[in-house]
């Protein structure tokens, strides 16, 4: 029930700059939950998370406002079990060494099959955690990103938006979900991709992106990058 959104500016911008549309789409979307950002620095991911709203988090948006970077990944938190809100469930997730932040709108069923598999490695109780390390561990093995993030989907089915952010090389936004479409367009001279409000009409661009331009609905099953040109389709498959 959560909401995505990259952005991918040409030049280094302040995060302030895309703050409004990440107010927007926290109040007209159901986060709420908690809230965080990744962007790239000095060549490697920072994140910052909060496990509550950006709006009841003034600190942190202080705090994030100057940080500037030519990307950004943003994840608006409702959890599918609402016991799971902490810090540690918050996204996006980043590894140890800032290599990347995953984030992950839906819900991954097989999740709690597969958590055994990385004792040692989670920190929460949520699903998206899970889908995190699994993809890290498909990413050390050698396989590319666009594929891993359809593995990902593929091995723990559900439903699954994925974004996906590494310290060099393309942004990257999986849309796995019926539920609720991933889009991507430009804004003010920067290039987007975003969750749509769990609504199954337009209304993310008249609520949140007023004036956005080329908008594209990314398929079920294909990855884009974001910032770039769209990869190509790593398959396709039906979300439930």
Do not use: K
Not at 109 to 114: F, L, M, R, S
Not at 172 to 199: C, I, K
């Amino acid at each position: 029930m959560c909401e995505l959104l990259l952005v991918a500016w040409p030049e280094p911008t302040p995060f302030e700059a895309s703050l409004p549309w990440v107010e927007s789409l926290e109040r007209f979307g159901l986060g709420g939950y908690g809230w965080g950002v990744a962007w790239r620095e000095e060549g490697e991911v920072r994140t910052y998370r909060h496990p509550s709203s950006l709006a009841q988090d003034p600190a942190g948006r202080e705090q994030t406002a100057a940080a500037r970077s030519t990307h950004f990944m943003v994840h608006l938190r409702r959890p599918s079990n609402l016991s799971q809100i902490s810090l540690a469930d918050t996204q996006p997730f980043r590894t140890e060494e800032g290599g990347f932040a995953f984030a992950h709108n839906g819900r991954l069923d097989g999740a709690e099959e597969e958590r055994q598999n990385f004792a040692g490695l989670l920190e929460g109780r949520a699903d998206s955690e899970v889908g995190f390390r699994l993809l890290q561990r498909l990413l050390q093995s050698g396989w590319p990103a666009d594929a891993a993030l359809l593995e990902v989907h593929r091995r723990l089915g559900g439903t699954a938006n994925f974004g996906y952010l590494p310290a060099r090389g393309p942004a990257l936004a999986y849309a796995g979900s019926t539920m609720n479409s991933m889009w991507r367009f430009e804004v003010a001279g920067a290039q987007l991709a975003a969750t749509a409000l769990h609504s199954g009409d337009q209304a993310v661009f008249e609520l949140c992106f007023a004036g956005a331009g080329n908008q594209r609905l990314i398929p079920v099953g294909t990855t884009v990058e974001v910032g770039e040109h769209e990869v190509a389709t790593s398959g396709s498959r039906s979300a439930g």
